[in-house]
């Protein structure tokens, strides 16, 4: 029962299906792997690639800012009023105010034409210093000479600083970028002033912040020693609540590296110029985000894909296995034993129509054998019928030749005319008629003369009776039928009968459409154990008439079938009955007849 | 007729297994996108004491708060008052937030008594409390996320220590009375100082007032013109006590240590009134406080109380790289 469940799955048609998908199944599978790999891959590219963007533009946005500050450097390191203004000696107040003026009104100018500078400032070492105006007071507790981006424009570097709060004006502290340089003295080569110019801090924290690097990605700065310019989450990392590598970058090579456990990547660009290194930082997955409906769109695909494919290879196999599937029904009705079906050959043109004519040939064949056999068969049961009809025991030929030479010794001239005329038209009967089949008048005819013998050689000891309806006189039956089972009966029946007459008695009857023959006797009967072996072949009396009942039965069967033949009903001391049953085979004579009549 | 049947049997098992597949994907698809997703994102609601720009300790913990919101993904509301002292502006925030079916609270308690009960209405509705800043009058068993005081105070008298000898007489100058924060401060500043400790003639509480603040320092100086040591607890009893030896030319003669910073003590450190400050780590404070809410609201694993630390600084440190941070806070309109 399971296994017929499943038969589907390994018949052909099932097995090309599942080929087919496997095949389109791995198909499709692989080209979506590699496309999703592709897609990540691409996107992730692109994305470096739009940071990489991002970067360079902060990058040149802040080498814009410093190159501007280092102008405004240039302007007022170069400027003879500035000069004028820190080293001049021996100035009257007058001509001193006139300078401070014109410095004034310079960095005035300068401050409006920039909005992102917080202070422009020039000091000098004798107290003369001026910061974005006349007015602004130094804070005097600003520890100057402690910080870099004085100390060492002093020693005539020019300084970018990191960012840092700038404390130098009077209660004011600012986050700055701080550029200075010195101003040469040209009258006191030691004795070199300091331009400073802080630009706002916003500006470039501005900058990194506008970057949109998804929601968690950032930006941040890092100077040429590797302090922090800018960074989203400073404070936390000197609190070490964030890590972030550093050193890594620093020392990095490439322009793109991961974090260590590669859900960051750092795009970084270095400047030239301000020495500084800007990174930004994004996230992996939220880089990945943007291709989940590309990949829910490839997994549509791939299911599409699968079923387009599952219904092609159904529709396919169907069309492959077809030809096949009628083969193999022409094949089953065959072994059915219909051998005369006919064969469609498909037009296919491929093995299997190859195998349809081949299959087609055999099945010729076969019928060619079959026919060749039934014709073989039909000459071998009229061979057979022949052998069985020829024999007449010559046991009864002797016997009754013996009662002849009795008889005539005894002068018993009326009797011997009798038994030799019953013997002579029995021989002539057997030996006259080459047909297979008598009419049944004949063959009792046939049986009377061999009763007329035997009752003549038992004497008193047996008496028979025919009575067969004149209505079946005519119909055709296999000969020598009825004869032999007399010859039964006597041998068996009767001839073993301790007292008292034998009889048997032949009745015809049309009954149910079919001719039935009763031989009944008087005779010992048979036990039930004997009547279930009266057709066994092993049975045979070598005494008695070769033509025994099995030959009758075999006969019978052989012409008519196996519906008809005989049947016995026995009891032991009482008698036996033997039925004959054959088709009628005058039926159309009878139906005519009874048209007439 | 068999036949047919075993093909739809076969038909309706791969369509099943398609099927599966697909939805197995979809599924895997949908947990990979659920970090960045909306649906699973944890709702935390954080009420500080204060939100005004010119605070700069509340405006550095909301920063905080806001960091560690945009690091783990966390759907983060800020509710605050504007002063410190609208308790019930507060309390009415609070009931607010438990309205909101938020999954955890960050609260720092603007009242020692009065914010318990409304705390305590947080806890009833079975969500996670996390208590910032100070504590109440009732421990909830909550972690809670604040700097540890006495160690802050212990940083200041020991920074003072070096200036102390037996000679010094110390004063106080409190913020309020009975204030955990200012207990505490004490606590660790008398543990510090030791042997000196029988030095401190005074301790006075100006009720974060500037103004009370410069009456009480001038006050307790009038009682103890002989103390040459102040401490100051808190932003405003610093600037107070500095504004009142400044304007009493105390200047150099009477060191001072204040606590909490403000551009005004930075100023006043810069010119010599104040030796050494003591600074607060109040953005820290914000992220630990969100990031552990965030982290008990997935795990429901009470954490430890945290240390979100204090650090000393003198004149000499005010211009350091991590210094700068913590005491100007960087403002984009600046």
């Known amino acids: 029962m399971k296994k017929r469940k499943f038969r589907y799955l390994h018949s052909f048609q099932g097995r090309i299906n599942q080929s087919l998908l496997l095949i389109v199944g791995i ?33 040149e946005n802040i080498e814009d800012y410093i190159g ?65 105006d006349r007015y602004t007071v130094m804070n005097i507790h600003a520890n100057l000479e402690e910080q ?124 030239e110029k301000t020495g500084w290194t800007v990174v930004g930082v994004t996230y992996m997955d939220e880089m990945l985000s943007g291709t989940k409906r590309i990949r829910v769109m490839y997994y549509l695909m791939a299911v599409i894909l699968i079923g387009v494919a599952l219904l092609l290879s159904i529709l396919l196999s169907d069309m492959i296995t077809m030809p096949l599937r009628k083969l193999r029904e022409s094949m089953k009705s ?31 064949k076969i019928r060619q054998l079959m026919e060749h056999g039934i014709q073989e068969q039909r000459e071998k049961r009229k061979m ?70 035997q009752k003549m050689r038992y004497k008193d000891k047996l008496e028979y009776e025919i009575d067969v309806d004149s209505s079946i006189n005519h119909a055709e039956i296999v000969k020598l039928i009825v004869q032999p089972l007399v010859e039964n009966s006597i041998y068996h029946g009767i001839k073993n009968k301790e007292n008292g007459k034998g009889m048997v008695r032949i009745e015809g009857r049309y009954e149910d459409d079919e001719i039935v023959i009763r031989i009944s006797d008087n005779g010992v009967g048979m036990t039930p154990e004997q009547l279930k072996h009266v057709f066994d072949d092993r049975v045979i009396d070598t005494k008695r008439n070769g033509v025994g009942v099995q030959n009758v039965q075999h006969r019978i069967q052989l012409y008519y079938g196996t519906d008809y033949g005989l049947s016995f009903e026995s009891e032991e001391n009482v008698g036996t009955t033997v039925t004959i049953r054959l088709p009628d085979t005058m039926q159309v004579d009878k139906n005519d007849g009874r048209k007439d009549g | 007729m068999k036949k047919n049947e075993n093909k739809y049997l076969f038909l309706a098992v791969v369509g099943i297994i398609v099927i599966a597949v697909v939805i197995l ?101 079975g969500i996670k409390l996390l208590i910032l800043d100070s504590t109440m009058d009732k ?10 005081n006495v160690e802050a105070g212990r940083k200041m008298g020991e920074y003072m220590k070096g200036h102390l000898n037996e000679d010094s007489v110390i004063g106080i100058v409190g913020h309020v009375k009975g204030a955990s924060t200012a207990t505490d401060r004490e606590k660790g500043i008398r543990e510090a100082i030791g042997e000196f400790e029988d030095q401190i003639v005074d301790v006075v509480f100006c009720n974060s007032s500037y103004s009370t603040a410069i009456e009480v320092t001038e006050q307790m100086l009038a009682e103890h013109p002989d103390i040459n040591v102040i401490f ?11 504004r009142a030896i400044k304007k009493l030319g105390l200047t150099g003669k009477v060191h001072m240590i204040g606590f909490d910073s403000s551009l005004e003590e930075v100023s006043m450190m810069e010119e010599g009134v104040i030796d050494a400050i003591v600074v607060q780590k109040a953005l820290n404070m914000g992220y630990l406080g969100v990031t552990i809410a965030y982290q008990e609201s997935l795990s429901s694993e009470i954490q430890e109380d945290v240390d979100s630390g204090s650090v000393l600084i003198t004149k000499d440190t005010i211009y350091t790289e991590e210094n700068q941070k913590l005491l100007f806070p960087f403002h984009k309109n600046d």
């Not at chain 1, 024999?391 to 009662?403: K, R």
């Not at chain 2, 421990?139 to 540890?148: E, H, L, M, Q, R």
């Open chain 1, 384 to 453: 057979e019928l022949n052998a069985l009809q020829a024999q007449i025991n010559p046991h009864f030929l002797y016997n009754t030749l013996d009662s002849i030479i009795w008889m005539a010794e005894d002068g018993d001239t009326r009797d011997v005319v009798l038994m030799t005329s019953a013997l002579a038209r029995l021989l002539r009967k057997s030996i006259s008629n080459k047909n297979e089949t008598v009419m049944l008048s004949e063959e009792i005819e046939y049986t009377r003369s061999y009763l007329t013998i």
């Open chain 1, 334 to 364: 065959v072994e059915n034993g219909n051998f005369d079906l006919e064969i469609e050959e498909p037009q296919t043109g491929d093995e299997i129509s190859d195998l349809f004519r081949s299959f087609k040939i055999m099945i010729l």
């Open chain 2, 139 to 148: 421990d909830f068993g909550c972690t809670v996320v604040a700097t540890d």
């Open chain 1, 27 to 59: 198909a499709v599978l692989s080209f979506m792997i590699i496309s999703i790999n592709q897609t990540n891959q691409t996107v992730k590219n692109t994305s470096a690639e739009y940071t990489s963007q991002l970067i360079q533009m902060v990058n």
């Open chain 1, 68 to 132: 501007n500050m280092e102008n405004i450097a240039h302007i007022v390191t170069g400027n003879s009023d500035v000069r004028n203004f820190l080293y001049t000696v021996n100035d009257d107040e007058m001509v001193h105010n006139t300078y401070s003026q014109k410095v004034a009104e310079q960095f005035k100018t300068l401050k409006e034409t920039r909005n992102d500078i917080y202070n422009i400032g020039i000091l000098g070492n004798d107290g003369r210093y001026m910061i974005n």
């Open chain 2, 232 to 242: 100051g607890l808190n932003e405003y009893s610093a600037v107070g006590a500095a």
């Open chain 1, 148 to 271: 870099e981006w004085y100390y060492k424009a002093k020693q005539g570097q020019e300084v970018i600083s990191s960012s840092h709060v700038q404390n130098i004006v009077e209660n004011e502290y600012h986050w700055v970028v701080t550029l200075s340089r010195e101003i040469p003295n040209l009258i006191e080569p030691d004795n070199n002033g300091v331009f400073f110019v802080d630009l706002n801090y916003s500006s470039i924290s501005n900058l990194c912040e506008e970057i949109n690097l998804g929601t968690k990605g950032y930006v941040f700065i890092l100077d040429d020693q590797g302090n922090l310019v800018y960074h989203p989450k400073q404070q936390l990392i000197y609190s070490g609540l964030w890590e972030e590598n550093l050193d890594t970058v620093m020392n990095a090579t490439e322009e793109e590296i991961y974090s260590p456990d590669g859900t960051r990547l750092f795009t970084i660009s270095k400047s």
């Open chain 2, 25 to 125: 994907f979809l599924y895997l698809n949908s947990e990979d996108a659920g970090s960045t997703g909306t649906e699973q994102q944890v709702k935390i609601v954080c009420i500080p004491k204060a939100m005004d720009d010119s605070n700069d300790f509340w405006t550095a913990m909301i920063e905080g708060a806001q960091m560690a919101a945009l690091d783990n993904d966390v759907d983060l509301t800020i509710m605050s008052p504007r002063l410190e002292t609208d308790i019930d502006v507060q309390n009415q925030m609070i009931e607010d937030a438990i309205a909101m079916q938020p999954n955890a609270i960050v609260l720092a308690p603007c009242d020692y008594i009065k914010t318990t009960p409304y705390a305590q209405k947080v806890v009833d509705a």
